[in-house]
């Protein structure tokens, strides 16, 4: 096995059952790692205060957290630790309010849009920090359980048949014509579940740590591993979250997919299932390297 330099995975179906679940099993061996001086990055959608319950950092020591990064908010935010372990934005894409209410504006239309033209109902959540979170599938509930489910790609093309929506690169053409119609470059992604639409998205997050990471000490992406729950494609050419792991900056990087859902993945990609605790599995493998 490969002794990686730096890794970097998302956090919820990849590290985490939910974002409620015990980070106790995945704490172990970050720490091991983190000791050795190996990078961990933690790239996720969400906020600092969901990751661990904003609390992950303090199970390691300001040392430790010299090696942790987190990359959160679909490109949003991207921290690194200072010399007291205290979590600091190095780099940032926010909006000022003004644009941010121009995303808000153009999120209602692609709602209206939607509405109008095929009856097909949403729910839009406003307070993300540059994008939103438009729900595709307002009657599905996951239970906390935010990762992909096989079983909701099934649920959400019958539901945009059933509209006369072709499929999801609809909804994300969709979208993408509204931003151009507001003067805006708008990022579509989707995980069966939500279109998220804003300014930015994971790829972001990893090209601005990979970006530090060769700075302080010369690490390239060939140094490094990609790991998630979400490369899988759903629909013609059009791939999970996930997938925007892969940039032109971080392509010579190994990726790999936990997720036992079928279909295909981006080229590069290996799919190895087994979910989080293959993950956790391969933590332990690297700390005994």
Not at 23 to 34: A, E, G, R, T
Not at 84 to 104: A, N, Q, T
Not at 123 to 152: A, M, T, W
Request: glycine share 10%; with cysteine; aromatic share 10%.
């Amino acid at each position: 096995m490969k002794k990686y330099k730096a890794i970097f995975f998302d956090w919820d179906g990849t590290a985490v059952l939910s974002r409620t679940a015990p980070v106790d099993q995945v704490v172990v061996p970050m720490k091991k790692l983190l000791s050795e001086g190996v990078k961990l990055a933690v790239i996720s959608g969400t906020t600092i205060n969901n990751i661990g319950d904003g609390k992950l950092h303090r199970y390691f020591t300001p040392k430790e957290r010299k090696n942790l990064f987190y990359g959160l908010g679909r490109g949003a935010y991207n921290y690194h630790f200072t010399d007291e372990g205290e979590p600091e934005v190095f780099y940032s894409l926010i909006p000022d309010k003004e644009r941010m209410l121009k995303i808000h504006g153009a999120c209602y239309k692609i709602h209206e849009r939607l509405l109008r033209e095929f009856d097909f109902k949403t729910d839009i959540v406003f307070s993300r920090p540059n994008y939103c979170k438009i729900d595709i599938l307002v009657e599905n509930d996951r239970n906390g359980q935010l990762f992909f489910q096989e079983h909701e790609l099934d649920s959400l093309n019958a539901v945009l048949k059933e509209h006369g929506i072709g499929d999801l690169r609809q909804l994300i053409r969709i979208a993408e014509e509204v931003g151009k119609e507001e003067g805006l470059s708008l990022t579509a992604t989707t995980d069966a579940k939500y279109l998220e639409v804003g300014l930015s998205s994971k790829s972001d997050n990893v090209n601005a740590i990979l970006e530090l990471l060769d700075m302080e000490c010369g690490l390239q992406a060939e140094d490094c591993s990609f790991w998630g729950d979400e490369y899988m494609g759903l629909s013609e050419g059009l791939f999970g979250s996930d997938s925007f792991m892969l940039t032109a900056r971080t392509r010579a990087g190994d990726f790999f997919d936990v997720s036992a859902a079928g279909g295909q993945r981006p080229q590069g990609v290996q799919v190895l299932g087994g979910g989080v605790e293959r993950f956790i599995g391969f933590l332990e493998a690297q700390s005994n390297l």
